[in-house]
């Protein structure tokens, strides 16, 4: 983060001050964004033969500057993206062992769930009355 600071001109500084923290990410992929613009000029020039020999020498160093920075983010970055994919994978991968084991236990909850209903309607016919309590009770207002 220094180093970006320290290649900065007084103007960019301020111009980095300004923002907000939130903004700062967005600076810096505009900025990216300017350099590879940069770069894409630079070389159509070079494929006319329209450079100078210090800008041609420029535009090599930039190239080897950026794939350099390309190269330490990869690096840097490796050990979060592994980690992130196998998260990814963690999260979606299917178990059947597992699914299997679910299925039986719904199944075994299904039909305790239905062997305890038929006792409760077995249980409620032997001792329900010949009126059902709302009938019986709508009867006696009568």
């Known amino acids: 983060m220094t180093q970006v600071f320290a290649d900065m001109t007084e103007e960019e500084l301020r111009k980095y001050r300004k923002l907000s923290s939130s903004r700062i990410y967005n ?3 505009a900025e990216a964004r300017n350099e590879k613009t940069r770069a894409r000029m630079a070389k159509r020039r070079a494929q006319e033969g329209l450079l100078s020999a210090e ?16 190269r330490e983010k990869l690096v840097s970055n490796r050990p979060q993206l592994a980690s992130a994919e196998k998260r990814r994978r963690r999260r979606y991968r299917k178990k059947p062992e597992l699914q299997e084991k679910n299925l039986e236990k719904f199944r ?26 709302l009938v019986a009770y709508s009867s006696d207002e009568d």
Do not use: C, H, I
């Open 27 to 29: 600076f810096k992929n």
């Open 55 to 70: 800008e041609q020498a420029a535009l090599r160093e930039r190239r080897r500057e950026a794939t350099q920075r390309y």
């Open 108 to 133: 075994e909850r299904k039909a305790s769930a239905a062997a305890a209903r038929q006792k409760a309607v077995l249980n409620a016919g032997l001792q329900a009355p010949a009126l059902s309590p």
